[in-house]
Nanobody, 124 residues
Framework: QVQLQESGPGLVKPSQTLSLTCTVSGGSITTNYYYWSWIRQPPGKGLEWMGAILSSGSTYYSPSLKSRTSISRDTSKNQFTLQLSSVTPEDTARYYC????????????????WGQGTQVTVSS
């Protein structure tokens, strides 16, 4: 069973870059066809898929966030990282990392494993 754990600062100032890391255990981030994703949920709103990094290292982003989002990975640590630039208070949310087992699952937003999430607040 793959387990994911998010880590990073809980408070970020406006205009700065939010950076979160997801540490994976029980599986490898280089496993074929897996899509390692970042998802967020603002207060009182639904889940928003932000982007993913494939086992090959290819990345995919939500069009609405593409200009500000970067996802990378460190295979030696079995981690992948989210960076969201130029944050505003509207980026306040609970951020989750999750994994989809195929492109089909990704399209349907079927994630087999989730981290517990980490709350990030954007405020001066």
């Amino acid at each position: 069973q793959v387990q994911l754990q998010e880590s990073g600062p809980g408070l970020v100032k406006p205009s700065q870059t939010l950076s979160l890391t997801c540490t994976v255990s029980g599986g490898s981030i280089t496993t074929n066809y897996y899509y390692w994703s970042w998802i967020r949920q603002p207060p009182g709103k639904g889940l928003e898929w932000m982007g993913a990094i494939l086992s090959s290292g290819s990345t995919y982003y939500s069009p609405s966030l593409k200009s500000r989002t970067s996802i990378s990975r460190d295979t030696s640590k079995n981690q992948f990282t989210l960076q969201l630039s130029s944050v505003t208070p509207e980026d306040t949310a609970r951020y989750y990392c999750a994994v989809a087992g195929s492109d089909y699952d990704l399209v349907l937003r079927l994630f087999g494993s989730w981290g517990q999430g980490t709350q990030v607040t954007v405020s001066s």
